[in-house]
């Protein structure tokens, strides 16, 4: 009879841990706020109903979604998302903060959610982010793919401030919200040279997290074809025949790797 009430004793103690560990997702949108963004597509309105439900309205339409809170780090990310839509469209939504250990590596990650997808990027001078768009389905007239991030950047555990190319008028917070949001606390790295070149926290982030050693990053960097992408330079190992170095590397003009993914 112990021995059964201690395994159930264990059991309601993980299910509480793993309560207590999925309560604390790292959110950007408290219960009640309001997030307005405007960009090339238009204005997109996005509502926190609740916990992890969001409502969200653009070009006179509306949608009502529940996020999932990720259980582990994820492109940096121990917020909430939702891979998918429903029966009339497909949805793909990102909420939660981005850590850095500097104000200067925050730019190559914005450079890298433009890039990505070649998406129209807003956000405000104190690193509040923005990346919404819409795809129409090219043969079901009726069907569209729906993409929307909202991010929080900060730096040693702070809100920034004066990010350049920041779009102030272009995000609006309508309703704070009824809670205070808790900021994560993540193992962060600081930039630092390993076997003689340097590399930023964020990149080490990264890598760390997707497990990409140093001596793939190397052989990315050897291998693939250099692209410009603005200031910075783009390595690609997607094509190459290795599967483990199918990541991109990126490079700033003191050959600093800024971005590793």
Request: charged share 30%.
């Amino acid at each position: 009879m112990k021995s059964v009430l201690y395994i159930l004793a264990l059991v309601g103690a993980c299910v509480f841990a793993g309560y207590l560990y999925l309560e604390k997702p790292e959110l950007v949108m408290p219960p009640g706020c309001i997030i307005e963004a405007v960009n090339k597509q238009g204005k997109m309105r996005i509502e926190a109903v609740g916990k992890y439900t969001r409502k969200y309205k653009w070009k006179g339409r509306s949608k009502k979604f529940r996020l999932w809170p990720r259980e582990k780090r994820w492109n940096g990310s121990k917020g909430a998302y939702r891979p998918s839509g429903d029966r009339d469209m497909h949805a793909v939504l990102e909420e939660g903060q981005q850590h850095f250990s500097s104000q200067e590596e925050v730019y190559p990650w914005l450079i890298w959610q433009r890039y990505n997808g070649r998406r129209d990027v807003k956000y405000t001078s104190d690193g509040l982010v923005v990346v919404w768009q819409e795809q129409r389905h090219p043969v079901a007239a009726n069907y569209s793919a729906l993409s929307v991030d909202v991010w929080q950047i900060y730096v040693d555990g702070k809100k920034p401030s004066g990010l350049r190319g920041a779009s102030d008028g272009a995000i609006k917070v309508l309703q704070q919200g009824s809670a205070e949001i808790v900021i994560g606390k993540p193992s962060i790295n600081t930039a630092r040279t390993i076997n003689g070149r340097k590399y930023s926290g964020k990149a080490l982030d990264f890598m760390d997290e997707d497990r990409i050693s140093v001596d793939r990053v190397e052989k990315v960097l050897s291998k693939a074809e250099p692209r410009r992408e603005g200031e910075y330079t783009c390595y690609t190992g997607l094509w190459l025949e290795d599967k483990a170095l199918e990541f991109a590397v990126w490079v700033n003009s003191d050959g600093i790797v800024v971005y590793v993914n």
